[in-house]
């Protein structure tokens, strides 16, 4: 049956980056397009990108194209995304799935965009 496993979440400073992978397994790969999908807390499955099967044609919606990289590795039944810029409320869960409606999706990777407990830090010079 069809399995997709994501991979690659975790709590990122707002402004970093983070790189999501999945793998497929019990279907032909190189014949589907994959797509990524999201849902932030409380909110419904939101489709996030696409590719074709052959990588030529990528889509994204017009509010995140320019923070947004798909890719896929079809020799190993994988697909790839990479979010740079992110911002708070890029927090949900991602999905890796076999259409847009998210029938066929994964269980999910967590994505948080906190700038947590970290300081703004201190400068420290060593000199002679």
């Known amino acids: 049956q069809v399995q997709l496993v994501e991979s690659g979440g975790g709590t990122v400073q707002p402004g970093g980056s983070v790189r999501l992978r999945c793998e497929a397994s019990g279907f032909t790969f190189n014949l589907y397009w994959m797509d990524w999908l999201r849902q932030a807390p409380g909110k419904g499955l939101e489709w996030v990108s696409s590719i074709s099967q052959g990588s030529h044609t990528r889509s994204y919606p017009d509010s995140m194209r320019s923070r947004l990289a798909i890719s896929r590795a079809n020799e190993k039944n994988l697909v790839f995304l990479e979010m740079t810029d992110l911002r708070p409320e890029d927090k949900a869960m991602y999905f890796c799935?076999?259409?847009?409606?998210?029938?066929?999706?994964?269980?999910?990777?967590?994505?948080?965009?906190?700038?947590?407990?970290w300081g703004q830090g201190t400068q420290v010079t060593v000199s002679s």
């Open positions: 799935s076999r259409d847009r409606e998210g029938l066929n999706r994964g269980q999910g990777t967590q994505v948080t965009v906190s700038a947590g407990s």
